[in-house]
């Protein structure tokens, strides 16, 4: 067997493992199961035939269902398979949570900065979920995700106010197999490579001078995911053309656009059109709604 095909061969068998392609009944868990950073990668490598991947953007929202809370992405894995960007932040003594906010007011029946309280002292207060009823869920850490989502999911962190070192170190010590990091620039990416020769990452990359910034930073495509940015852009396509090249899936995130239409069938009548547009990932409040939506090549 030619050995270039090997590498190909064995992403086309993990995708069929995975359950992108494949939606379980309603209300049955659909799984990504990640046991290994190899098989992290393969996740993620780009095939013009695949169809397009889901990603919930502060892990997904549902009525009834806070942003950043595991029972939250629980339900959204029972409508659909997705994975999950995240937002870790630092409680007063040191312990990371997920909260997108720097405080607690939007999210919770609380008030203040998330870094004035101990985790102990968030542990009183009850999230909301995005119309501001509030749940019986609190505010989990990051740690406590982590956990959860093996073998069913990945989380890809969007780092708040953690120090890169601090959560390198937390992450090195866990060692989990399908946690990836949002950054923002190559430097930051470059750093975190060096603690971890292994990490996979959602680059911003929106332009041919900032893919040039990673490439010369040496960071691989391998472990690469691109954020393009809020649609694909035609006079973006050279860089599309070489990210796709290097095997590098392109991401869009529609949570400042489309999501924020008023009603759900004008969420989704906005979603169509990106599905049409050349992306490789979704990233959206609502993953919910692409249930149903043909999300296949067109």
Not at 41 to 53: G, L, N
Not at 254 to 280: M, N
Request: hydrophobic fraction near 35%.
């Amino acid at each position: 067997m030619n050995k270039l095909l090997l590498p190909l061969l064995g992403t086309i068998a993990l995708l069929g493992a995975s359950c992108s392609e494949t939606p379980a009944p309603a209300g049955t868990p659909c799984h990504i199961d990640i046991q290994s950073r190899t098989d992290l990668h393969a996740w993620f490598r780009y095939s013009p035939t695949r169809p397009i991947v889901i990603s919930g953007h502060r892990g997904g929202m549902i009525s009834g269902y806070p942003e950043n809370c595991i029972e939250s992405f629980e339900k959204t894995l029972t409508i659909m398979p997705s994975f999950f960007e995240i937002d870790p932040r630092l409680t007063r003594d040191s312990v990371i949570v997920l909260m997108h906010d720097a405080t607690i007011d939007r999210t919770t029946d609380g008030s203040g900065p998330v870094s004035d309280y101990t985790w102990e002292e968030l542990q009183r207060f009850r999230l909301k979920d995005r119309d501001g009823k509030l749940t019986d869920f609190r505010i989990p850490t990051l740690e406590e995700a982590i956990r959860w989502s093996q073998g069913k999911t990945i989380l890809n962190l969007d780092i708040k106010d953690v120090p890169l070192e601090f959560m390198s170190q937390f992450i090195n010590r866990l060692d989990p197999a399908n946690v990836m990091y949002t950054v923002h620039n190559a430097r930051q990416a470059r750093m975190l490579l060096d603690r971890d020769p292994e990490a996979m990452f959602s680059a911003w990359c929106k332009n041919l001078s900032e893919y040039r910034a990673y490439r010369e930073a040496q960071i691989p495509a391998s472990q690469m995911m691109a954020y393009v940015g809020t649609m694909m852009y035609a006079d973006q396509q050279p860089l599309y053309d070489s990210l796709h090249r290097q095997g590098i899936m392109c991401m869009i995130s529609v949570a400042p656009t489309h999501d924020r239409r008023a009603t759900e069938t004008q969420k989704q009548e906005g979603y169509i059109l990106e599905i049409a547009s050349g992306c490789d990932v979704i990233e959206t409040d609502y993953p919910y709604l692409f249930e149903g939506l043909n999300l296949e090549r067109r």
